[in-house]
């Protein structure tokens, strides 16, 4: 059982580029989440997904594009990448919402130059 | 948005000894997880524990939803404890959805 994946798992790219990480999850959950994780800020909310076709934005969304056309995919795309998005990418699932253990995926580093 | 704050920060231990994480909430939870990121950033998942005390190993947990507090022990601690160790409880997202807010996190080092 894979559970959850992402790729790659090490990215760097150069300012103005585009760049896409991909998610991956074989539980068939529902929900799926998209955080960053910085020093001093911990991990927050980029981009949720109730179900296929349906996302939506969390705490830091600006610089990111989300889709779900299938449940166990979950891209993330940064349309003009920034050295502001260096950082590393969590993506994680759970069954339900609120009261649903969520899973965390290995994470992507990513480094803008 | 609700509030989450651990403590201690940073705890050096010396292998064999024993530790109490703490985590407080501000609001009232229906879920409080418990994650350990392992010197290599993966984030493994602790205990899910709403309310009561779970046991997993070496490791245990108790949420006292009542008084909005979290515990996690560890025991007989060894180097591969060494992380950092973050508790997160849900937060309205909007649209009925919610996401994790997360503590700042306990920085545990383990030494021989």
């Known amino acids: 059982d894979a559970g959850i994946t992402q790729s790659p798992r090490y990215k760097i790219t150069e300012t103005g580029r585009q760049v896409t990480l991909m998610c991956h999850q074989t539980w068939s959950h529902s929900y799926m989440f998209w955080y960053r994780q910085d020093l001093g800020h911990g991990l927050r909310l980029i981009y949720y997904?109730?179900?296929?076709?349906?996302?939506d934005k969390g705490e830091v969304p600006d610089g990111y594009v989300v889709s779900r056309s299938k449940t166990e995919n979950f891209p993330l795309t940064l349309e003009s990448a920034t050295r502001s998005q260096t950082s590393v990418y969590f993506c994680a699932s759970s069954v339900l919402t609120e009261a649903y253990e969520q899973y965390f995926g290995p994470g992507t580093r990513l480094t803008v130059t | 948005g609700i509030q989450v704050e651990q403590s201690p920060p940073d705890l050096i231990l010396q292998e064999g000894a024993n530790s109490t994480l703490r985590c407080n909430f501000s609001?009232?939870?229906?879920?409080l997880q418990w994650f350990h990121q392992n010197p290599w950033g993966q984030l493994i998942n602790l205990f899910y524990i709403p309310s009561g005390t779970k046991q997993n190993g070496r490791l245990s947990a108790t949420t006292v939803a009542t008084e909005r507090y979290s515990l996690l022990y560890i025991s007989s601690s060894q180097t591969t404890d060494s992380g950092v160790y973050f508790c997160a409880v849900p937060s309205y997202s909007g649209a009925g959805s919610y996401q994790l807010t997360f503590g700042k996190g306990t920085k545990l080092s383990v030494i021989p």
């Open positions: 997904s109730a179900a296929a076709d349906i996302t």
């Open positions: 609001d009232s939870v229906n879920n």
